[in-house]
């Protein structure tokens, strides 16, 4: 069974840069597709970045975020990763990690049902 814990949250002033992780345990991460969403009190969970399976050829990020996050993945450790810089007030939420055993990616990878295991979440914070 997949097991996923992320860290790396905090709080950080606009203009940061925050690195989250999420390590997985129970099995390979090289076979599930990846994803991160984040939580912001009173509204709905939404995509954030999503990394195909294997190698990770694939990336893609919400509109919101692209060209200040960059999501990785390291098989050899069973860690998936998201570098955020240049975060902004907006960017505060529980950010979570998310997989799903499969090929490439899911049909519609910034949808959260289309993932079957979850870590707890991780705070970020951005404010002054």
């Known amino acids: 069974q997949l097991q996923l814990v992320e860290s790396g949250g905090g709080l950080v002033q606009p203009g940061g840069s925050l690195r989250l992780s999420c390590a997985a345990s129970?099995?390979?991460?090289?076979?599930?597709?990846l994803g991160w969403f984040r939580q912001a009190p009173g509204k709905e969970r939404e995509g954030v970045s999503y990394?195909?399976?294997?190698?990770?050829?694939?990336?893609n990020y919400a509109d919101s975020v692209k060209g200040r996050f960059t999501i990785s993945r390291d098989n050899a450790k069973n860690t998936l990763y998201l570098q955020m810089n240049s975060l902004k007030p907006e960017d505060t939420a529980v950010y979570y990690c998310?997989?799903?055993?499969?090929?490439?990616?899911?049909?519609?990878?910034?949808?959260?049902?289309?993932?079957?295991?979850w870590g707890q979440g991780t705070q970020v914070t951005v404010s002054s």
């Open positions: 998310a997989a799903v055993w499969r090929v490439g990616v899911p049909k519609r990878p910034f949808n959260y049902y289309s993932y079957d295991y």
């Open positions: 129970g099995t390979t991460l090289s076979y599930y597709a």
């Open positions: 990394i195909s399976s294997s190698g990770g050829s694939t990336t």
